[in-house]
Structure formats: structure tokens, C-alpha cells
């Protein structure tokens, strides 16, 4: 989690997280723990070939909210593919 908050401290719209305009910052720790089970998600299951979350939406009070997302499968998984039974 340490690291995925790094990673958001480097973007250069940072600033726009950390609060403004009156605004409360978002939580950084939970949008980094979002981060992490994104990539857990990756990693744990192979045939997902993408993952979006469009918008990830943040409230005046700085709560996070995903709004949509999709998740697209490989048509075969990968532990799948290799078969040798398979044509």
C-alpha cells in the first residue's frame, strides 16, 4: 500500500487530490488500497485481459466512489490455453 501511495504522491495532479478549492483531499489510503487489489486482481486471475474503473469518483468530504467499471475476459483463460486436449 506504501508504495501505491508513493506512486499517487508522484502525479503531477496530485495537488488536485491532496484538496482544493475548499474541498476535503481524497483518502489516499483508500484510494491506494484500491490500487492494490486492482493489481491483486491482475495477478490472481489470469484471464482478465483488462480492468477499467471509469470515473472513480471523489466527494467534497474526500470518499471514494467507483462508478462504472468493466472488466473484459480473455476468451479462453490462460491456464487453459496451453492444454494440450484443446484444438
Do not use: T
Request: include cysteine.
Amino acid at each position: 500500500v506504501r508504495m501505491a501511495e508513493e506512486m499517487i504522491q508522484s502525479l503531477r495532479s496530485f495537488p488536485l487530490l491532496a484538496g482544493f478549492r475548499g474541498r476535503a483531499a481524497a483518502d489516499l489510503s483508500d484510494l491506494s488500497k484500491i490500487l492494490v487489489r486492482a493489481g491483486q486482481i491482475a495477478l490472481e486471475f489470469p484471464e482478465v485481459r483488462e480492468f477499467e474503473v471509469n470515473p472513480l469518483a471523489i466527494d467534497r468530504e474526500g470518499r471514494l466512489s467507483v462508478v462504472d467499471a468493466l472488466v473484459v475476459l480473455d476468451a479462453q483463460p490462460a491456464a487453459v490455453k496451453n492444454c494440450p486436449m484443446l484444438p
